[in-house]
T-cell receptor
Framework: EDKVVQSPLSLVVHEGDTVTLNCSYE??????LLWYKQEKKAPTFLFMLTSSGIEKKSGRLSSILDKKELFSILNITATQTGDSAIYLC???????????????FGQGTILTVHP | DVKVTQSSRYLVKRTGEKVFLECVQDMDHENMFWYRQDPGLGLRLIYF???????EKGDIPEGYSVSREKKERFSLILESASTNQTSMYLC?????????????FGPGTRLTVL
């Protein structure tokens, strides 16, 4: 059974701090790892990672994948109150040579940024 | 912009009622998914569909069924709602094929079963 574990489950920081969110996985036939941000509405896509060691970056957010150690991290530098959200990690696996895009999600990390 | 819409943001039903949750996407995506989200458990896949009239069970299909009569619409049905089905329900869609395609989510329906 595919499994995704995120840590910490919740985190409280002050504006300007840097945070690192962790995601480890056990999955057969790994295809990709995705990060989503969820405020009080639909999760929105942040990053898709498929190759080890290649950092993806978007503004103050960055993420990297280690396929040997089976984990990914999401870094947020100079945090702002608008970064307060649930951050979801999900892993997609190949199914019989094709993929229907079936994702297994972790529990999520609740990030709270205080002014 | 991909739009995934869900029929209701909030819904209150009584135990034993039949409940329909509707999801519509406007980007001609082949794949559609229903998840439920509970605190501490993340998103769990209930059912998904990779084509019209096709459906596959996810990780927690018990107590649910689905219908996909048209490509853009995917319905989740609770045949006889129970209190343990109180949850946030999220619909998503994605393109199929060999490209890496992320899932796009709807705003969610918060269902309360009394």
């Amino acid at each position: 059974e595919d499994k995704v574990v995120q840590s910490p489950l919740s985190l409280v920081v002050h504006e300007g701090d840097t945070v690192t969110l962790n995601c480890s996985y056990e999955v057969t036939n790994f295809r990709s790892l995705l990060w989503y941000k969820q405020e009080k509405k639909a999760p929105t896509f942040l990053f898709m990672l498929t190759s080890s060691g290649i950092e993806k970056k978007s503004g103050r957010l960055s993420s990297i994948l280690d396929k040997k150690e089976l984990f990914s991290i999401l870094n947020i530098t100079a945090t702002q109150t608008g970064d307060s959200a649930i951050y979801l990690c999900a892993v997609e696996a190949w199914a019989g040579g094709t993929s229907y895009g079936k994702l297994t999600f972790g529990q999520g990390t609740i990030l709270t940024v205080h002014p | 912009d991909v739009k995934v819409t869900q029929s209701s943001r909030y819904l209150v039903k009584r135990t034993g009622e039949k409940v329909f949750l509707e999801c519509v996407q406007d980007m001609d995506h082949e794949n559609m998914f229903w998840y439920r989200q509970d605190p501490g458990l993340g998103l769990r896949l209930i059912y998904f569909s990779y084509d019209v009239k096709m459906k596959e069970k996810g990780d927690i299909p018990e107590g649910y069924s689905v219908s996909r009569e048209k490509k853009e619409r995917f319905s989740l049905i609770l045949e006889s709602a129970s209190t343990n089905q109180t949850s946030m329900y999220l619909c998503a869609s994605s393109l199929s094929g060999l490209l890496y395609n992320e899932q796009f989510f709807g705003p969610g329906t918060r269902l309360t079963v009394l």
